[in-house]
């Protein structure tokens, strides 16, 4: 049977993922900074290995960034009906698709659009291109 990735351990690992691709940093560079293969920084990324205190320390300060960005927007898990658990947060998507590349170039290219009126045409564009996709 295939174990799956704790929804805390993906989200980290999204974040570490997030943030060292906006540092334009490879998997591979990431690695030889922590003393860890390249295949290791994946298996992070990725929710399938947990990251442990120190090595979260460790990677914190080669993103710079403070440990707690990786939790940030972390699903929370409670006491729900019959199961025991929460369902994971319904923003999990936003964050699921800023840790790719095509969202995090979408998003920095977003970013550098000056004009406000300009970035309100993009948005309604996009709206409306997302409600025909809907419909």
Known sequence: MKK?????DRHVGSRVR???I??????EKLGEALG???QQVQKYEKGLNRIGASRLQQISKTLNVPPSFFFEGAPTLGVAEGNGFAEESSSQYVVDFLSTAEGLHLNRAFARIKDSKVRKRILDLVTTLAEQGDA
Not at 4 to 8: A, E, F, L, M, V
Not at 22 to 27: F, G, V
Request: proline share 12%; glycine share 0%.
């Open 18 to 20: 997030m943030q060292r």
């Open 4 to 8: 799956t990735p704790d929804p805390i």
């Open 36 to 38: 860890l293969t390249f």
């Open 22 to 27: 906006l540092m334009k940093m490879s998997q």
